[in-house]
């Protein structure tokens, strides 16, 4: 069992920053792939990245390429979400999720989740 806790959400204006992390707890975290979704409130949950969990592997949706970087420490239990130039129509609840498999883009098939973390950015 993995339990998923997201920190770092907040109020950011149009071209900041924030760092999302993703705390887990249960010994075999580096065992999981971890992804990070998003979700408006009346949409779907969109994917937005997600991280192997061996060799690292990176996985990242078009619309935020070159400006989210997701990355993990094992160590620490802990992957993180560093998103730059951040744009309004990032606003979203985030979510960390959990996959003992190489990671994949489709919500359902995720094991376990977070609470969610509210971003907003403004204009």
């Known amino acids: 069992q993995v339990q998923l806790v997201e920190s770092g959400g907040g109020l950011v204006q149009a071209g900041g920053s924030l760092r999302l992390s993703c705390a887990a707890s249960g010994r075999t975290f580096s065992s999981y792939a971890i992804a990070w979704f998003r979700q408006v409130s009346g949409k779907e949950r969109e994917f937005v990245t997600a991280i192997s969990w061996n060799i690292g592997g990176t996985y990242y949706a078009d619309s935020v390429k070159g400006r989210f970087t997701i990355s993990r420490d094992n160590a620490k239990n802990t992957v993180y979400l560093q998103m730059n130039s951040l744009k309004p129509e990032d606003t979203a609840v985030y979510y960390c999720?959990?996959?003992?498999?190489?990671?994949?883009?489709?919500?359902?098939?995720?094991?376990?989740w977070g609470q969610g973390v509210q971003v907003t950015v403004s204009s």
């Open positions: 999720a959990a996959l003992r498999r190489t990671p994949t883009s489709f919500a359902a098939e995720y094991d376990y």
